[in-house]
């Protein structure tokens, strides 16, 4: 269960592997819980789909949101806020970082990096197998490891969110399972979960290996 992953959770994946959806919709699931939630938005790589881009909408839901220090949420200069730091300090927030989409990306952690310990953080990677540059085991691991290696920390757990947006179906995901739990073996990293937004797919926790967690659309609607 999300309650049970550390206090600050670590969002990474390739681009197009759904990661930042997959950090709105975590960052939700904990302020339904009552639970005080930030959401640092630290995607200095793609300008498209950023958690920040729907600031009000999470404030609303009780969430934090904290990205640049900039006002204007369509200006692209990474001038990361003093508050991302600020948060990791408080015990009393659950953290959620959303990070850039490859490992030039990841590089945006160095400010938090010297903060995080085994102890209070997890990294997640964000697996879509759908996409070219993860649909095998091999290059899942080579996406790991130049992920671990930009941010000099070990990735704790795999997401499988295997999509094609709203052509997914329950036999994607499924094979997408069998792929990364391939990977796992080799990595020893376990799958924690396993995403699919349920008005669109019908499937069932004995079908895939990680805990399904079930989400909406946040970051798409542009594409319906």
């Known amino acids: 269960m999300i309650t049970e992953d550390k206090r600050i959770r670590i969002i990474a994946g390739h681009?197009?592997?759904?990661?930042?959806?997959f950090a709105v919709n975590y960052a939700v699931a904990l302020s339904k819980l009552k639970k005080k939630v930030a959401l640092a938005d630290l995607d200095v790589v793609n300008v498209y789909f950023r958690s920040r881009e729907r600031k009000q909408e999470l404030e609303d839901l009780g969430i934090e949101v904290i990205s640049s220090s900039l006002i204007q949420n369509n200006c692209d200069i990474p001038a990361i806020s003093a508050r991302v730091v600020a948060v990791v300090h408080d015990p009393s927030i659950d953290y959620v970082v959303d990070l850039g989409g490859n490992d030039?990306?990841?590089?945006a952690l160095a400010r938090l990096s010297p903060y995080l310990t085994p102890e209070n953080s997890d990294f997640f990677?964000?697996?879509?197998?759908?996409?070219?540059?993860t649909s095998d085991v091999e290059g899942i691991l080579k996406q790991k490891e130049s992920l671990e290696k930009a941010a000099g920390m070990a990735i704790t757990g795999?997401?499988?969110?295997?999509?094609?947006?709203?052509?997914?179906?329950a036999e994607n995901i499924i094979k997408?399972?069998?792929?990364?739990?391939?990977?796992?073996k080799i990595s020893k990293i376990p799958?924690?979960?396993?995403?699919?937004?349920?008005?669109?797919?019908?499937i069932n926790q004995k079908e895939v290996t990680g805990e399904l967690f079930a989400m909406k659309y946040y970051m798409r609607e542009e594409w319906y």
């Open 158 to 169: 795999f997401v499988l969110n295997t999509n094609l947006i709203h052509e997914t179906t």
């Open 176 to 184: 997408g399972n069998k792929i990364l739990q391939e990977a796992s």
């Open 191 to 202: 799958i924690r979960y396993t995403s699919y937004v349920k008005e669109e797919v019908d």
């Open 125 to 133: 990677m964000i697996v879509n197998t759908k996409r070219p540059d």
């Open 15 to 21: 681009y197009g592997s759904g990661k930042t959806e």
């Open 104 to 107: 030039v990306g990841v590089l």
